[in-house]
């Protein structure tokens, strides 16, 4: 029996997917990186910050920019778009009406489907080049034309440490090509919330498995910028492999970093 295009490009996407992994296991730091955005002085340099990996969801950061300056993405609950069958429905809240907060929330895999479809190539293109965005390379899996649905997840789209960083840091300095709307609008939807040492954390999580010789270990992402009075410093943590306790590798890679960085302590 064959698939109808819209449910083998869910299934397809699935694949790259991380999945729960069982206890015991261990992922393996890979990269931290944090600076000081003003400065651009390294405060933190642990592993390759050159090693290369598949965005994942932290592609949903200048996804947002990208949605908000386009105007397809209006504030945090519109547009308010359906689940419709096909769409990827690897977990219960992605089987629902989804807005953008609950889009950077959920990290749903559909509704980032359907702000590049809004976009479409060209466009896509352009701001992801405009970017500098890591490789910039959104053209999909060879031969398949899916780069709409999933160039960022285990696909052509890949990404340093290194290169986070300088993008996060184009970011909170208000240099990338969209407007001052969507840089604060993309702030508000991936707020972490305030930590006991005053830091104000913006981040987001990915995880996926990577294409080619680091397929058979996911990727774990956290990324983001920190805001503590006039100071602000933007990181990436990059981990591999299956996180320590049943989860997901991104989620695992944040409450590491946190804890050891944001969690009771005077931080940068």
């Given at each position: 029996?064959?698939?109808?295009?819209?449910?083998r490009l869910a299934l397809q996407a699935l694949a790259a997917l991380p999945v729960a992994w069982p206890a015991g296991a261990?992922?393996?730091?890979?990269?931290?990186?944090?600076?000081?955005?003003?400065?651009?002085?390294?405060?933190?340099?642990?592993?390759?910050?050159?090693?290369?990996?598949?965005?994942?969801?932290?592609?949903?950061?200048?996804?947002?920019?990208?949605?908000?300056?386009?105007?397809?993405?209006?504030?945090?609950?519109?547009?308010?778009?359906?689940?419709?069958?096909?769409?990827?429905?690897?977990?219960?809240?992605?089987?629902?009406?989804?807005?953008?907060?609950?889009?950077?929330?959920?990290?749903?895999?559909?509704?980032?489907?359907?702000?590049?479809?809004?976009?479409?190539?060209?466009?896509?293109?352009?701001?992801?080049?405009?970017?500098?965005?890591?490789?910039?390379?959104?053209?999909?899996?060879?031969?398949?034309?899916?780069?709409?649905?999933?160039?960022?997840?285990?696909?052509?789209?890949?990404?340093?440490?290194?290169?986070?960083?300088?993008?996060?840091?184009?970011?909170?300095?208000?240099?990338?090509?969209?407007?001052?709307?969507?840089?604060?609008?993309?702030?508000?939807?991936?707020?972490?919330?305030?930590?006991?040492?005053?830091?104000?954390?913006?981040?987001?999580?990915?995880?996926?498995?990577?294409?080619?010789?680091?397929?058979?270990?996911?990727?774990?992402?956290?990324?983001?910028?920190?805001?503590?009075?006039?100071?602000?410093?933007?990181?990436?943590?990059?981990?591999?492999?299956?996180?320590?306790?049943?989860?997901?590798?991104?989620?695992?890679?944040?409450?590491?970093?946190?804890?050891?960085?944001?969690?009771?302590?005077?931080?940068?």
């Open positions: 029996m064959s698939l109808a295009p819209g449910r261990a992922a393996v730091p890979v990269c931290t990186l944090v600076v000081d955005a003003a400065t651009g002085a390294t405060l933190r340099r642990d592993g390759q910050p050159d090693q290369r990996a598949t965005p994942a969801s932290t592609f949903k950061i200048p996804l947002a920019l990208m949605g908000f300056d386009a105007g397809f993405l209006r504030d945090a609950h519109h547009p308010a778009l359906p689940f419709r069958p096909g769409d990827a429905d690897w977990l219960p809240e992605w089987r629902r009406a989804t807005d953008p907060a609950a889009w950077m929330r959920h990290s749903v895999v559909w509704y980032s489907q359907r702000i590049t479809q809004a976009l479409g190539a060209a466009r896509l293109r352009r701001y992801v080049s405009d970017f500098g965005y890591g490789n910039a390379d959104v053209s999909g899996d060879p031969g398949r034309a899916n780069g709409l649905a999933r160039s960022w997840i285990g696909s052509s789209l890949e990404i340093t440490p290194a290169q986070q960083v300088a993008f996060l840091g184009r970011l909170v300095r208000g240099e990338l090509p969209v407007s001052a709307q969507a840089r604060a609008m993309t702030e508000a939807l991936v707020d972490q919330g305030e930590y006991p040492n005053g830091w104000r954390v913006f981040g987001k999580t990915g995880g996926a498995r990577s294409r080619g010789a680091d397929a058979a270990q996911p990727s774990g992402w956290f990324v983001g910028w920190a805001r503590r009075g006039d100071r602000t410093v933007v990181f990436a943590r990059l981990t591999r492999g299956r996180p320590p306790e049943p989860g997901f590798p991104g989620p695992a890679a944040r409450d590491a970093f946190l804890g050891e960085f944001f969690a009771g302590r005077d931080g940068f």
